[in-house]
């Protein structure tokens, strides 16, 4: 073909409709698998590529989507929790492959992000990471609703919450961690982490737990539970707090892995060796959980998998597909801190 290709000359070649090529092309859910390979096959033999510019003026779209940060503390002044960090390029390559453009920023919480966004034609849509204080942001996640923002968040998958969720099975993680250490033998297991409903993730995580120990025909020690936010500076005041507090303990499920390893740093400062005296978990599998001594058993969220659902169901939400909160299973990765390692 001597001039540029266009999509009714693909879908003339594939047998289906221009908008059916439209579709599929932009990864809609209506276009079956086979239809979707083989519009994608042609396209790629013709050397089609979408002309972004042509097509959002149609549709008044901007084909970007705004990713937004929240501000966590962090050892390095990233300011990004590290979990986000490793769920970023899944969610970069997931756009690239819809034909979206992806702009980073982080929430400033004093802006209308709809307005910054959405109304100023900036973004699509907006994905949100990280949240701090849940009670204190529920309020603006309810005015994205009422304002008919299209956005989805990661956190804690809630009946009754405002908006879009994706998150992790955090209650199942903490069922898998608790019956983890409970069968290398370990009774009295101390939980580090805001269990609350300022901090919806970290109270499934304690909740599974809890669940575990009843399980076992243990009772959790609320002596034996110590708030903690996601640093490595908490997680080793938390531990030495609980050190300090004289309270039998044999075993630390933590709320992160930032939690987690600084809690290490605290028992290690006290003469306490884990695993031996000590097993303990995290949760995330941040890329520093396996660089530990020992290296730090955790229960894994697949950050992979979260970045392309975050990225698709806002691409359903702007397409005007129904779209449901999502969770999504975790996985235990066994290392030496919990003192039971699979052969």
């Known amino acids: 073909m001597k001039e540029r290709p266009t999509s009714f000359d693909i879908a003339a070649l594939a047998g289906v409709s221009q908008p059916t090529v439209s579709r599929a092309l932009s990864g809609s859910p209506a276009v079956s698998e086979a239809t979707r390979k083989r519009i994608e096959a042609i396209a790629r033999q013709l050397n089609y590529t979408v002309d972004k510019n042509a097509s959002s003026l149609r549709k008044r779209q901007s084909k970007t989507l705004a990713l937004l940060f929240f ?29 979206y453009d992806l702009l980073t920023s982080f929430q400033q919480m004093s802006a209308n992000w709809h307005v910054d966004y959405e109304d100023s034609h900036k973004a699509d849509g907006i994905i949100l990471l990280g949240y701090g204080d849940y009670e204190l942001y529920r309020a603006r996640l309810e005015a994205l609703v009422a304002q008919g923002t299209h956005f989805v968040r990661w956190g804690s998958v809630q009946a009754g919450q405002p908006g879009v969720t994706i998150g992790c099975d955090n209650f199942g993680g903490g069922l898998m961690a608790g019956e983890h250490l409970i069968a290398d033998g370990r009774r009295h297991i101390a939980f580090l982490g805001e269990a609350s409903s300022h901090y919806p993730e970290f109270n499934d995580r304690y909740l599974g737990l809890a669940a575990a120990l009843r399980d076992a025909g243990l009772t959790p020690d609320p002596a034996l539970r110590v708030d903690a936010l996601s640093t490595e500076q908490s997680g080793y005041e938390a531990a030495d707090m609980l050190l300090a507090a004289s309270e039998r303990f044999d075993a630390i499920f933590a709320a992160s892995d930032l939690i987690a390893i600084g809690a290490m740093r ?31 058993t955790t229960v894994a969220q697949d950050y992979r998998a979260a970045g392309e659902m975050l990225v698709d169901t806002l691409l359903q939400q702007i397409r005007g597909d129904p779209v449901e909160s999502v969770s999504l299973p975790a996985r235990l990765i066994v290392r030496r801190s919990s003192g039971v390692v699979s052969a």
Do not use: K, Q
């Open 71 to 99: 501000e966590d503390p962090t050892a390095d002044d990233s300011l990004i929790n590290p979990f986000f960090l490793s769920m970023l390029g899944s969610l970069t390559r997931t756009c690239a492959l819809r034909g």
């Open 266 to 296: 605290a028992l290690e400062e006290a003469g306490r060796s884990v695993p031996g005296d000590v097993a303990i978990i995290g949760f995330d599998d941040i890329p520093a959980a396996s660089l530990t001594h020992p290296p730090l």
